[in-house]
């Protein structure tokens, strides 16, 4: 995490960098500089919390010292009421800790409409850079007939919200419309829809896309033929879903 590329894709790949040995053996100021990040990308706070809970029994004798430090970058007033009723032994053992505990608690009994009188910065929420995909489907209302109609059925764009433009990433494998698409992992499906030339359902074909080498693979087909399929990923999963 020396580089900002590495600290980028750490960002925004936390839910897999948690879970890996790298992480347990990152250092002080590396696991803070993850932490403390506007954009990490995290489903829950809760996941914040548990790394660093994870981090510190790694090596607790050497580390436990380091916990009040960490804990003024987990946003524990952003963790729900019930959550924070489990109160982890290390943060009832440590009085700084606590101090944070009861911030997040004193957060909770608030009406939701005063929360933002408590503006700290374990207070406000995290903002991932944000992308938006636009995958597949017609080139206007006309069935296609031409090569370069037939290509844009497999072309992908992707807006960035923080350079405010649309560009095309790699396309996809196959020709869709009417297709279905997910995130999980930050990872995007694309789930059986049309051809785009005979209107025929393209069977059980799914692909997916990876972000970080900019390429698609085709993965285990779905046992039935689906066109306009609904996507769900589970909460703790995902980073968006959308479906075109």
């Known amino acids: 995490l020396r580089c900002s590329s590495a600290l980028m894709c750490g ?9 890996g040995e790298e992480f347990l053996a990152l250092t002080l100021q590396q696991v803070c500089c993850l ?13 914040v919390f548990e790394s660093m809970i994870a981090w510190i ?10 916990m009040p430090k960490l804990m003024e970058y987990v946003r524990l007033p952003l963790l729900s009421r019930d959550y924070l009723l489990q ?11 606590k101090d944070f505990l009861i911030e997040a608690m004193k957060y909770h009994l608030l009406p939701a ?26 080139n206007g209302s006309l069935r296609v ?7 844009g059925l497999s072309s992908v764009e992707v807006y960035s919200c923080k350079t405010n433009e649309w560009v095309f990433v790699a396309s996809m494998n196959t020709r869709r419309s ?6 999980v992992n930050g990872k995007l499906y694309a789930v059986g829809g049309y ?47 959308v479906r075109l």
């Open 195 to 241: 051809d785009g030339a005979s209107r025929q359902c393209l069977s059980t074909s799914v692909e997916v896309y990876d972000p970080t080498t900019n390429t698609w693979r085709q993965v285990c087909d779905m046992n039935m033929c689906r066109r306009n399929a609904g996507e769900h990923t589970r909460p703790q999963f995902t980073q968006s879903s």
């Open 57 to 66: 029994k790694h090596d607790k004798e050497a580390r436990l010292e380091h």
């Open 11 to 19: 960002e925004q790949h936390f839910s897999e960098v948690m879970l």
């Open 178 to 183: 009417s297709v279905g698409v997910g995130v």
């Open 87 to 97: 109160e982890e032994a290390l943060i009832k053992n440590n009085n700084t800790c």
């Open 113 to 138: 409409d005063q929360r933002h009188l408590i503006k700290t910065d374990r207070t406000r929420p995290r903002t991932p850079i944000s992308r938006v995909y636009a995958v597949g489907g017609f």
């Open 145 to 151: 007939r031409t090569v370069d109609v037939y290509d």
């Open 35 to 47: 932490i403390s990040s506007d954009r990490l990308t995290v489903s829950s706070e809760e996941m």
